[in-house]
């Protein structure tokens, strides 16, 4: 078992929908977790960034963290078709010694 | 800022030849890190270097991988002899600080490399 699934999807929606974004993971100890988008043919680039549970908004996007579950979330609200991307959760902690570790990826299609 | 920048795009090459990827990380960055990403395996980290100095290659996959930073503006990635299962997307990746993992990594292009 993977310490961090995510499904690979691909998820398609309607433009304007709001979008769920979800990783599960097994360590614990983990406390920082982020989301990273990356386009076609691009690099990925940091998205949110939480700290233990709670949520955290910026715009259009929140970030959602339930420890207790080890769940976490990336919501999009009005998803426009320029949301159309891969979205990677990663997470880190002290034992991993912070370094990422990675989710597959969820293709996410925003249809016009 | 340019960014992170990556040398070349797209290698193609033939199963057997040494295969070298460059990268220039954003200058006055700490860390410096090595990713491949495929389908099956998605992002892995291969190594990493903090001033220029390697300080974990443990996803290194096998000796055939090796990597160099000579200097704090640029690193390579060598693949010597190079198999059809090295191809991947190979990207570079910077960040500012020790808390370089909690920190923002700034990720280049990547390299597309297809070994034939």
């Known amino acids: 078992q993977k310490e961090v699934e995510q499904d690979p999807g691909p998820l398609s929606v309607p433009e304007g929908a709001i979008v769920s974004l979800n990783c599960t993971y097994s360590?614990?100890?983990?406390?920082?977790f982020m989301w990273y988008r990356q386009y076609s043919r691009k690099g990925p680039e940091l998205l949110m960034y939480?700290?233990s549970s709670g949520n955290k908004e910026d715009g259009r996007f929140t970030a959602q963290v339930d420890k207790s579950s080890k769940y976490i979330s990336l919501f999009i609200r009005d998803s426009q078709p320029s949301d159309s991307a891969t979205y990677l959760c990663?997470?880190?902690?002290?034992?991993?010694?912070?370094?990422?570790?990675w989710g597959a990826g969820t293709k996410l299609i925003i249809k016009p | 800022d340019a960014g992170v920048i990556q040398s070349p795009r797209h290698e193609v090459t033939e199963m057997g030849q040494e295969v070298t990827l460059r990268c220039k990380p954003i200058?006055?960055?700490?860390?410096l890190f090595w990713y491949r990403q495929t389908m099956m395996r998605g992002l892995e980290l291969l190594i990493y270097?903090?001033?220029?100095?390697?300080?974990?290659d443990s996803g290194m996959p096998e000796d055939r991988f090796s990597a160099k930073m000579p200097n704090a503006s640029f690193s390579t990635l060598k693949i010597q002899p190079s198999e059809p299962r090295d191809s991947a997307v190979y990207f570079c990746?910077?960040?500012?600080?020790?808390?370089?993992?909690?920190?923002?990594?700034?990720f280049g292009p990547g390299t597309r490399l297809t070994v034939l």
């Open positions: 270097f903090n001033n220029n100095v390697p300080i974990d």
């Open positions: 990746a910077s960040s500012l600080d020790r808390v370089g993992f909690l920190d923002t990594q700034y």
């Open positions: 939480t700290y």
């Open positions: 990663a997470m880190s902690g002290m034992d991993s010694n912070y370094q990422l570790i």
């Open positions: 200058s006055g960055h700490d860390y």
């Open positions: 360590n614990s100890a983990f406390q920082y």
